[in-house]
């Protein structure tokens, strides 16, 4: 039996003989428990992050929304001009909807405020508000 301090001699590929490694020489000290803990982690992290796909975000025309709104267009007139109708969905004007309620509260559009105006009274809005707060409560 040979013991690692003994050189064994291994045949090489181009027919000379090499010496195998020391056994004691090929051997290497772990970092300490925490250290290795730390790059595991940061490991783990960063191949986490690569495989969540980024989704872009379409900017929305609220200046087209607006030109069409004024006109008195419907909602699903417009939301399908701007590609905002999404016919295999359960309900397919929510998303656009959703745009025009941050739409009434006011976007910048060329550094302005621009407010979109609502198609109802004051008074119809303030009872539907009203009505919403009640059934969420």
Known sequence: MNTPSE?????????K?????????????LA?????????KAARKATKRAAIKLMNRREFPYQRVLTMWKAGKTL?????????YQPQADDP???FRVSLT???KG????????????RVSQKTLKLATKAGRKASA
Not at 7 to 15: I, K, S
Not at 32 to 40: C, I
């Open 102 to 104: 941050r739409f009434h």
């Open 7 to 15: 050189a064994t001699v291994v045949p090489a590929v181009d027919g």
């Open 76 to 84: 699903e007139t417009i939301a399908r001009a701007v590609g905002r």
């Open 93 to 95: 004007l929510r998303g």
């Open 107 to 118: 976007v910048k559009i060329n550094g302005r405020l621009v407010k979109l105006p609502y």
């Open 32 to 40: 300490p428990k925490k250290a290795r803990n730390a790059v595991k």
């Open 17 to 29: 003989e090499e010496p195998e490694p020391k056994l004691a020489a090929v051997t290497k000290k």
